[in-house]
Nanobody, 127 residues
């Protein structure tokens, strides 16, 4: 089991930037897949990005592609989500997730592909 702790959320103006961090413990980030999901008030949890360290592949949800960047620091055992050009529709609680399931059977954008979740961090983009 992996413990995941997010940080870095906050209040930002439209067009601003934030970097979310997700510190992992109990297992190296090189050995499991990571994802970021978000949930806005009254909405279901939605996929943001998924990354497979073994394959070196990263997939972004269409609305964040080109604005958000996923990265991984093996020395710190931490993954990041750099968010730029933030929009009001990006306002949500952001969750870090980890899992080892084969993405050939459960796709990377499905929450069921991940077994471990952080507590979430709030991102609010002001208008």
């Amino acid at each position: 089991q992996v413990q995941l702790v997010e940080s870095g959320g906050g209040l930002v103006q439209i067009g601003g930037s934030l970097r979310l961090s997700c510190a992992a413990s109990g297992r190296s980030v090189s050995t499991f897949n990571q994802g970021w999901f978000r949930q806005a008030p009254g909405k279901e949890r939605e996929f943001v990005v998924g990354s497979n360290p073994t394959l070196g592949s990263t997939y972004y949800e269409e609305s964040v592609r080109g604005r958000f960047t996923f990265s991984r620091d093996y020395a710190k055992n931490t993954v990041y989500l750099q968010m730029r050009n933030l929009k009001p529709e990006d306002t949500a609680i952001y969750y870090c997730a980890g899992g080892t399931r084969d993405w050939g059977t459960v796709t990377y954008d499905d929450p069921a592909a991940y077994d471990d979740w952080g507590q979430g961090t709030q991102v609010t983009v002001s208008t």
